[in-house]
């Protein structure tokens, strides 16, 4: 698909879910084995606020922000980022600060306004989400759960409260678009799609398994010492030779495959495109060739790349197509039109939520009580409205 379309919650609220999903992403596309450490931090926003108190930043009705709260944040999209390989500069975190307190502010407005059936709402989008992990992964419930827990440790969370503030996040959507009575309908979808068709052509693409021989260190990512590569060298020939004489090659892969990211699964790979590419990430260019150089069910020669020996089987290719409105987008349970309808209750709340928050926010008395964000934070009002242009002469 040409077309990538965002979830407004990502960018409106504070996010707990997105930055789960960036972290994820990011080692979804690091070879097997490989994930990012844990952040390492001299002190965290709790031991800063046990030295120095927990200010009130914010406080209006309904209303209550600590500087914990913003810490904790703040400490998070830098981890996030930090699993993408950026850096935030002390000038991106100046910046990012009041953005991220408006969102805190707004979140809990939102929150307070919140009925049973927003929360009823809320709970089943987080669900809906956690699925959508799931499937776009292929996991099975453990090997969700490991995979969430390795990311909640890089963010400083348990599961409860990623639970928790994810759930709050969704409630709060749900809270803006009832609030703004957002919602797409079935007409506008369709004309979307019909005046956007070739967003949603979908490349050839191919499906193979593989049994992959590291020869790097997983953990160091050095080439590992050369009578080892010899040793996987000849270990990758023998069990070609055993697959070509028949063996199931998807046994072979759980037994023997070091990528441990497919391997309970046989060594199946999500569909890709001759570009490498497929939800969530690029497959090695090496790798790509060979895969797209097989016929169906081909067992490939012994494939060479950065991370060691592989031996590719075709699972088959899927002509290059465009996606009806009910097909599932790849990788997806989510269909072509309720992710067009995502798209467009997006543009929605991006229009009409600035003024919306606005309003909120008087009405609630919201003060900024530190003022360095209250000043940051006035800035940032003054260069979404601009003065009007004065009349030409």
């Known amino acids: 698909m040409k ?47 046990q030295l120095f108190g927990d200010a009130v930043i914010a406080r209006g009705q309904g209303v ?20 993408r390989g950026t850096t935030l500069t002390p000038d991106d975190i100046a910046n990012l600060k009041p953005r991220v307190l408006n969102n805190l502010i707004n979140q809990q407005l939102l929150l307070d306004q919140a009925t049973a059936a927003d929360r009823a709402e809320g709970r089943a989008e987080f669900e809906k989400l ?42 709060a959507l749900a809270v803006l678009k009832r609030g703004l009575h957002i919602a797409a309908t079935d007409a506008e979808i369709q004309a979307f799609y019909r ?12 499906h193979v398994r593989h049994l992959l021989l590291m020869t790097i260190d997983p953990v160091t990512r050095q080439p590992l010492p050369q009578d080892q590569q010899q040793a996987k060298r000849k270990q990758i020939e023998d069990l070609l030779q055993r697959a070509r004489a028949g063996e199931d090659f998807a046994k072979l892969a759980q ?19 001759s570009n490498g590419l497929f939800a969530g990430g690029r497959m090695d260019p090496i790798f790509t060739a060979a895969a797209f150089s097989l016929t169906n069910h081909q067992i490939s020669d012994i494939v060479t790349t950065q991370f060691g020996y592989h031996i590719i089987q075709s699972l088959g290719k899927t002509p290059a197509h465009t996606l009806a409105l009910t097909d599932k987008l790849p990788s997806s349970d989510m269909t072509v039109a309720e992710e067009i309808k995502n798209y ?10 600035p003024a919306y928050f606005k309003k909120l926010n008087q009405d609630a008395h919201v003060e900024i009580l530190d003022p360095s964000l209250k000043l940051a934070l006035a800035g940032e009002e003054e260069q979404s409205n601009p003065p009007p242009a004065a009349p030409e002469k």
Do not use: H
């Open 130 to 171: 956690e699925k959508e992990l799931k499937t776009a992964g292929k996991l099975t419930d453990e090997q969700f759960n490991q995979k969430l827990n390795a990311q909640l440790l890089l963010l400083g969370l348990t599961k409860a409260q990623w639970e928790k503030q994810s759930t709050d996040q969704t409630t």
């Open 195 to 206: 005046t956007n068709t070739d967003k949603f052509q979908v490349p050839e693409q191919v």
């Open 255 to 273: 037994k023997y495959s070091e990528d441990e990211a497919t391997r309970d699964d046989g060594g199946d790979l999500p569909p890709f495109d």
């Open 3 to 49: 077309m990538k379309l965002k979830r407004i919650f990502c960018v409106a609220l504070a996010a707990p879910l997105c930055g789960v999903l960036t972290a994820w992403a990011a080692t979804d596309n690091a070879p097997a084995n490989l994930a990012p450490a844990p952040a390492t931090n001299s002190s965290s926003p709790d031991q800063i606020a």
């Open 344 to 353: 467009l209750e997006q543009q929605q709340l991006a229009k009409l939520a």
């Open 64 to 83: 209550e922000i600590k500087r914990s709260q913003l810490d904790a944040e703040i400490q998070r999209l830098k981890t996030t980022m930090a699993a």
